[in-house]
């Protein structure tokens, strides 16, 4: 999914960074993820109004139904088909990919019941992870990742459940419970055998088994800019640091929270938990905590990259300057030289003889050679 | 209200700070929110002692009593007018804008039995968030932001409310509680219908809403100094980024404490409190962590910035050494050559040579073209 | 009492600090305050042992005595007039001034019972704040702070309370009590109408209300060194920053463990200690809070500024080596060029041109407006 | 085992490091341990999939079975074995050397009853230590320290206990359990004669005093990385410093969640865990607490170690600026001496007077040795 | 006893390190206090396995025994005459000093019922100062400091004490004890007329009271090194900076545990402490809070001094930087203008006219005039 050659800079940036002599760094790729929260509702308004992104994609919703014997679905289906599935079948899943209408999210919340003050914020999109118990009913909110073309998004999952049923809210279409969506059309017992519970556990470890790959993704980038930053540090290698660093955070702040709201899930007896899901549970938690435990690690390792660069370039610029003043040290004193026999005195005896020319010659062989030895016992070239 | 065109820095600076060879770096433009703090009272003096600051503004109170029918609106009144308004109202709210006075502060203290101690911190405007409870009232303190202009600003509300009655007080006018009081005069039911505890409610959750759009405008400086410092870093960048960092702890010191307020009021039963107002407090407290967990986000990048500036610097400096070395490690050899054949020695047997002068200059020609080449192959040119 | 002209820096250090070409740096100013424990007794001694330091100033002794009625005042007193006193009058305070002395601090135990062990604290003047509890008396230690002429000086209050009387022992003559001893001589009901807890409150209070002028001087120096970090570095603004920051710890020394024991003091209920005065005393404990907040905001702006100033001179350096290289890169080819024609090759046509002269002054020219067209381009001349 | 010559770098990499003048660093060695993680199965997979990595080492098996009186020892023995060793001896261990089949350990696990969940984490390899309590099963994960050529290298144990056996599982051969089986073999009574708790509390504890030697070698790298960075950094020795950093990174997230692990086990009271194993477990737990204070020792250095590098570093670009600037100095005014009686002017006295050019000569000899002790004076060169 | 003079660099490193051109750093002194811990027994070894460092000192055996009337010493002891000594007398302290003989550890193990556990920390000399509670004993460890011609040394002091007996060992001879046993045999009866656990107390203060000289010998290397980094920074600085915080952990790695196990000792009811005791235990506690307060705060203020000393490193640098601009400004141009007319052209109008020579240096003062007033102006050269 996150292919080997996925680089964290436009490659657009590469030809100008590169040029040599241009001091005038590229400007840096702008930033796709804007870090703009915005709340739909004035401050001040009443609690609980939905007030829909514009922008946002429109709502489709897709149902699963199943009971003891079958299992069905329903794709880009109408809330006002659900009471007749709710009527057919005990268990029910509805998940809506996009939030571009609050009607509809009004309209489902009527249906089973939903929160006002959960609804809200279903809409705005820039909640922590976390669990609020509401009677009759669960809410959840987790953070999924992505990393399409090396770019990290997030995207809000607002998961309610309650007995028979569990309602799901994305920000858009694509997520990594197809092969959970697998498991319901084949009927699996492990799966369709238990309580909704079950399906949002099963649904919550979908989304941090999710953060794996995302994971690996960054790992990877971490050993490119540890190569780069100690090989061939350029103004790219910072440009890399500061957006992982700044993706680091990203995912800290979706997992961080996750990890305490799975954990209360888990720890917690509340009606609609069974001990089994509750088991399952405490396995998702063992996961964030790997999650996190790998995490920190990066952090580490790129708070310490930044200061691995600035010692490198720190190093290449003693190594400028070391060229710099082995040339000029060597050539100034001889071009010295040169300029007093360059001097137009009558009386400059030297210039008369015959072994002037070739003494001097020979005076600035002498100065050279002594400097460049003189710098080698300095250790600056060859070995010391 | 933060327009885009918001700058954190005087535009006067600009001229002076772009002035290419100009080292003497324009004076940082001066602070206008002073760091300072001062106790009216002098230490050893009573506890309680009220001394207004003259130089504050002067108050300004306006009231609400509504009942189960009714709202009515006071602009401009004066204490002596409130008995008869609670007389006839069972519910009211005296929002005191303005601490030039202490007299006023006082009487407001005697009509509601305000508490002395909690008094005097009304008018020491440097207080932190917090909530203490007085028998039959309960204070609390919240600091509201504002930036105009792009300056942030903090304003110390002072809240009390016990039963039917609600005080506020305010350093200066100008807030965020107009779409309150137009749902009171619209004789909202949802607000009009329950107790004064709900309108503290309401008050504070103005106020942690009011934080969003601040949060919104130091995400956009964070980007724009994130820009400066890796694309072209200048002094103005490094104030920008100081600038900053003092703008995200001031925010800080706001809302942090004010969480803990919020989770006390919604977490610990307390007569006052119905049910209902501690759930939608808890949702305030919800929003109070989703600023903190931007607020430590943007703090982290911030502090990363500084190091990201000082790299961009190494590396501009890098480059301006590497010019400096090209340009002289090319020419000082090629002088050296023309300052040998500049000695005035009489037997130099190559200057009576015809080829003496266009070997010469092919001997600097080849010696300029190997040093470009070396640079070239040591990656200081061109592509490596 | 700090007032504006007071700075961190002794002012002998200026001339030479400015003295442009002048790399040796003046010594840094040195420090008054030394970083010396010393403990009186040896490793080993019998605890409870009182050694005063014989550099100590010598005990002067001054006692209030007080009851419904009346005041009386008893100034340079002996240790032997105080059985008297305590007879006339039910509530007593006790202030010594100066440690020189084991012998007046071993008696004024004896007349109060105070315990050996915290009488030896007493004498090792580098306790932190703490409060003990004994049988019968309670003893708290707190650091007063001063900054007579910008230098922070504390000074240990070591106060000792019982039934009926209240004992202090200050290190040296000077403190912020005086408004309280006015308020003794004046009789005034809210002091002398309670009892010694109170008294023992009020100048705990007294001592935190001490804190804030003392913040407000550095919240001086903290603007001070950010103009000059950002606008003006010189190796003088690293002095003060360091000492910005050594007075920091020390006050966060001094505030964080008083903050902790006014805590004890108000959370814990203990005989001797009423609910009235533990309400005053949390009061007090929020004054902690508030300077805690403060000094941690300092604090945090301390740590940034090393960095602002570092980043400050590398811009500087970056400054410097700009002009050197412009000034280089123009001169070193025209130097060249000059040097061609002034080899001495018998065959140089264009020696014996007449355009020769006035074409290669022309091409200098050419070269050295290229040059500058090209620095202007690169954005290190003019603007950009 | 972990011998003096041990050196955390390639030596390869020496020869281009050390070229002086070279100043396109030599590539950093790669890492021979990826950061890679990869869980097996899919996200959304059902849990407790086993899928082993095709890679890993077949799993080679060893059994110990022991009662009273014998002890036997099957060396690669099938799992089909062990229900006739279970049968003859009332103790059994068996030990997993390689996870490169699931089926083995799908087949133990039944043998057992090992959970699921569980046995997804044994072939799962990038576990946390933990302890985890299933009905009648402990089950821990340990990771195992080793730095065979200077290179560490972790092997996730997972160690499955009940009543009178113990499994098992190591991603590879190798460990520091042969004293262990020696004193097995030997049927010392005091590991013989006592129950399945007590082998997995001393296998525990020699994964824990594996540690040491890792922490010895570890020791001496940051010492060695200490004496280069304050002596004679390269870039060799950066690198070095970095990788330090990361190893030690390993070591913590290796043995962190093992302490709470090992402590978890020692202090709640569980049943199959006698009063005398948890006692031998606190001790162990001491041990993880030393090895942990060793380790934060270290990362304390290693995070100085970067800066002091980075010290040094400027320490000797401002000596090599020094010399430049040296030279420069006192050459440059001489060379502009001699090239103004290099000028061609028909009319300047100076060339035609005998004392011309030997009084230029002292002149420039006077210049150099004023300059040259204005270099003393300022402490640039020999004693200040 | 830790002298004015004392220098925490070896003063042979000196006259290379001022040495000014020489670039090549002398090698910073050598580590005396090696990082190597070394576990006796090797891992898998039975627990409780007593093996002696054979470089360690032979054990020497000093006992003192008491009861209500007497004291006896007993000097260079053997293990076999302590049963005549508990005879005898009641109270029983035994001290070794040096730990190279297992056997008399053993010996003295069987003779007081010590548990093997703890006498394999007895041998195994790094372990972290912590209380350990076997039945009828308790098991102390602390880590002494010495800091003997200013290098830094900790010796572990085992401690165990149960009803009537003291046992204490150290790695070698000398402790801060010797007031301890002047009381002794004086029979003092504070001392002498307590139990077992108030000279269990008394041994742990005066290891506590020990740390305080060497704080004091630290405090005065901080202000030296701040000194030097501020005034006259070296690498004889960097490497003093780097010793400090070395130094700075190894005190803390004392202290830290010790706090704890005080603590743990004071607060704790247990058999055979009594009430008093454990008030002089508090006292204790207080102490090493004061240890540890201070010790903080040195490490707050070397941890800035590395800053510090870059910084000053960094301004170094800018200075060396100007003054090799400010000659290379003011000359390269006026070499320029001689280069000019040293060329050779035939027709060089000005090179024969009488005022050429004159208006030449004239226009060269001018030109070196204006770019004096220049560098003037920007504060370079002079006051801005």
Redesign the interface.
Known sequence: MLGRSTRPHKPGLEPRA???????????P??PR??????RA??????GTLIADPQAPKPVLRAFGWGPATCEELAEMRVADLPALRARQPLVWVNVDGLGDAKVVRELGEVFGLHP?ALE?VLNT???A?VDEFPGQTYVVARMLEAPGGVLETDQLSLFFGPGWVVTFQERAGD?????RA?LRAH?P??CGRGADYLAY?LL??VV??Y?PV??HL?ER??EL??EA???PS?RT??GI?QL??DL?LVR?AVW?LREAVLGLARQERPGLTADTR??LN?CY?HT??VM??LE?YR??AS?L????????????????????????I??????I???????????P?????W??PL??LAMVVVAVVLLLW??R???????
């Open positions: 590169r040029a040599g002599l241009d001091v005038c760094m590229a400007e840096p702008s930033n804007k870090r703009r929260i915005h709340k004035p401050p001040g308004s009443k609690p003050l914020d820039h909640q922590r976390k990594s419970f197809d092969p959970l498991r699996e492990e799966l099963a470890d979908a088994d999710g794996f994971l690996e790992g971490v050993e540890e190569h100690l090989g061939s103004p910072l440009w500061h660093k700044s955070l702040r929270p088991l399952h396995d063992d905590v790997q435990d790998l690690n580490d390792i310490s930044i200061e691995v660069y600035l010692s490198s370039i720190s190093n290449r610029l003693n190594e400028v300057m070391k060229v710099l003043t082995i040339i000029t040290t050539f100034i004193p001889l071009s010295f040169a300029g007093i026999y360059g001097m137009n005195f009558d009386h400059m030297e210039t008369h003889s015959r002037g020319y001097t010659l710098f080698r300095k250790g600056w070239i060859g070995r010391p």
